[in-house]
């Protein structure tokens, strides 16, 4: 079990040092001898910038190495594997500088991705068109373009939901329902009616219902032929999006109903299983394992209030600072993702705990990544400049450092 992750003994709280020692330290770090206390001894100021700058050097490289200069049809336009990944990191990087190239080479890079993605069944954000349609509109409406903002808007609304459509985050329902709550965060509340929404959350609810058929868990889903707790493909995933809706009464029941089932069945580790009745505590991954279902349980700990689904988030940290020093580097199912889980939690209850495991995690990998995955003793992803898999999560994750408590998981926290 032990050979998924690294073994940490990074220590929980190491205390800034006075602003005078920074330069020795900082000229150390540009020699090979730094070692991730002397990082995490940094004012944060200094340590933001460091990441900051590490963040842009790899966005460009990113770029380089998925887009190139561009012209060519792309092979997979994804925000997962592909090139819509490229584009997130640009529009993260637009708003964390206001560099305007990074806004216009976002807005390329998404008109690519439309053009390979017209004839796409993939209806969700992170894996289908939703995700080309719902950023190409906010990136337009950054841009001022008034004409090609309305052309995503329509193209949007021209995506029909086949009545087959799984109901899980990276492929179903609940990923198509995550594009419109962004579309109305970010370009107005009733871009994607409340209407609409309410007819895609009704067959949601009404098919958990069903499949769980007075089981013990109120709302049960499956995703081929497995009942996946997970954030990917699982109740975490299309939990966290209900929550993002408007729900009725009993619906609300319904979710807190199913979290409470997950927490009461979780593993004796605190971990918890991929899929329903899974005895294997193996995985620690946004996709699989507590840290997916520690971002649902901070979001319901900020929807409903009170100590339970909190007490339950900070319970599921514990395995991922503990277990969650993965070998790999990404947002999906590596160090990147297991961060955000402090930095949600940091966001949530203010408590700087958070914030220095969040730093020990965005110091290791700033430290020891590069180095451990060209020495093979860290996976780089099978796609290695991607978002979700590869060094381009790397670089979202330090882009959000420089402003922590206003961090969100990408394409999940709204
Ligand atoms: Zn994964």
Known sequence: ???????NEIPDYIPETAATKTTTVLSESSS????????????????RQTLKTSALDLKDRVVKETWGSGGKRLQDYTLYTGALGAAYLLFKAYQVTNNHNDLSLCSQIVKACDSASTDSGRVTFICGRAG???LGAVTAKHVGDERLLDHYLSQFKEIKLSSDLPFELLYGKAGYLWACSFLNKHIGEEIISANHRRAVVSDVIKAGRRLAHKGRCPLMYEWHGKRYWGAAHGLAGIMHVLMEMELKPDEVEDVKGTLRYMIN??????????????????????????????????????????????????DAAEVVWNRGLLKRVGICHGISGNTYVFLSLYRLTGNVKYL????????????????????????????????????GGMAYLFLDMCEPSGARFPAYEL
């Open 32 to 47: 090979k001898h730094t070692t991730i206390t002397n990082l995490l001894s940094v004012p944060y100021n200094t340590l």
């Open 265 to 314: 069945n979780r593993f004796p580790s605190g971990n918890y299983p991929s899929s329903e009745g899974s005895e294997s505590d193996r995985l620690v991954h946004w996709c699989h394992g507590a840290p997916g279902v520690a971002l649902t349980l901070v979001k319901a700990a900020e929807v409903f209030g009170g100590e339970e689904f909190l007490q339950a988030a900070m």
């Open 356 to 391: 220095h495991r969040a730093k020990a995690f965005a110091c290791f990998l700033h430290d020891r990544a590069q180095k451990l995955i060209s020495e093979g003793k860290m996976h780089g992803g099978d796609r290695p400049y991607s978002l979700f898999e590869g060094v």
């Open 132 to 134: 080309v349609c719902a």
């Open 1 to 7: 079990m032990a050979d998924r992750y690294f073994t």
